[in-house]
Nanobody
Framework: VQLQASGGGLVQAGGSLRLSCAAS????????MAWFRQAPGKEREFVAA????????LYATSVKGRFTISRDYTKSAVYLQMNSLKPEDTAVYYCAAKGRLSLSPYEYDYWGQGTQVTVSW
């Protein structure tokens, strides 16, 4: 599966952004989908994930209550709605796909190219 992330940009603290990740291929519904992020000088960290069925979601503690992951099977896309953004959310955000949900970036098979999110004061 090929992934294409988009939707990043510059936003003020307290604002919102919606990231999109379009997946190619007919196997989208068989993959757990996740978002990770990586800030300069830091390791890639888990943000949110959803199972292949969309029935379960997981969030990092730092984004719980502010971010929402969702998927649209008709469009083979996964989204990350980000509200109440903080400067510490600044990072490159990546979408990823795997057969089974995992919190570890090392276990994901497919990655999008990343989209920059910058949150200013």
């Amino acid at each position: 599966v090929q992934l294409q992330a988009s939707g990043g940009g510059l936003v003020q603290a307290g604002g919102s952004l919606r990231l999109s990740c379009a997946a190619s291929g007919r196997t989208f519904s068989t993959y757990a989908m996740a978002w990770f992020r990586q800030a300069p000088g830091k390791e890639r960290e888990f943000v949110a994930a959803t199972t292949s069925s969309g029935g379960s979601t997981l969030y990092a503690t730092s984004v719980k209550g502010r971010f929402t992951i969702s998927r649209d099977y008709t469009k083979s896309a996964v989204y990350l709605q980000m509200n109440s953004l903080k400067p510490e959310d600044t990072a490159v955000y990546y979408c990823a796909a795997k057969g089974r949900l995992s919190l570890s970036p090392y276990e994901y098979d497919y990655w999008g190219q990343g989209t920059q999110v910058t949150v200013s004061w």
